[in-house]
């Protein structure tokens, strides 16, 4: 069955890093695109970056641009986020969800339709 | 970026009952919307995708609706799993969004 992993969340100072890494299983990893989407405590759900199969498509919301790089090695079925500069609205369980095999394409860039399996997250507290 | 606005939240009601949430889109998002459940401290659910279509495994009490900007999801005899929060999620517009949620507690 699907699975997926996340690790790398903890507690960080403002202005630190962080690597998260999310293991997949169950599936053809490199057939699908992957994303980060995240939670901040007792708040709804915040897309945050994505990936497509070959990394030919990548994108991050606005509130992370410049700050968080999204990157996948397909041959270890994993998929991570960089994120640096962090800030405490940053603080937030990060969750690695599948996307769809094939992307929406509008405008030149090509996205996930939607996210169909999702790990248990791990907690990013930014915090001094 | 598109707004989807949720109503009502959050929502009481009793097992048994018929319950119906509404996601409403501040531009025309086609039938490019899916819904989602999540259970406290747990990860999001896909049950419904495209406005209408169920996922795979997912009970046929759900259902879902709508085109345009206005949008239903449905259940239609609430089970006692079924107390949670549900989010609307849109992908017709870059980026894509996510309604407030719902939260569904039991009355």
């Known amino acids: 069955q699907v699975q997926l992993v996340e690790s790398g969340g903890g507690l960080v100072k403002p202005g630190g890093s962080l690597r998260l890494s999310c293991v997949a299983s169950g599936f053809t990893f490199r057939d699908y695109y992957m994303t980060w989407i995240r939670q901040a405590p007792g708040k709804g759900l915040e897309w945050v970056s994505y990936m497509s199969p070959s990394r030919s498509y990548t994108n991050n919301a606005d509130s992370v641009q410049g700050r968080f790089t999204i990157s996948r090695d397909n041959a270890k079925n994993s998929l991570f986020l960089q994120m640096n500069s962090l800030r405490v609205e940053d603080t937030a369980v990060y969750f690695c969800a599948r996307g769809s095999r094939e992307g929406f394409c509008s405008g030149g860039n090509c996205y996930p339709y939607n996210f169909d399996f999702w790990g248990l997250g791990t907690l990013v507290t930014v915090s001094s | 970026d598109i707004q989807l606005t949720q109503s009502p939240s959050p929502l009481s009601a009793s097992v048994g009952d018929r319950i119906t949430i509404t996601c409403q889109a501040s531009q025309s998002i086609k039938t490019y919307l899916n819904w989602y459940q999540q259970k406290p401290g747990k990860a999001p659910k896909l049950l419904i995708f495209?406005?209408?279509n169920l996922e795979t495994g997912v009970p046929s009490r759900f259902s879902g609706s709508g085109s345009g900007t206005e949008f239903t999801f449905t259940i239609s005899s609430l089970q006692f799993e079924d107390f949670a929060t549900y989010y609307c999620q849109q992908y017709a517009h870059f980026p894509m969004t996510f309604g407030q949620g719902t939260r569904l507690d039991i009355k």
């Open positions: 495209d406005a209408a």
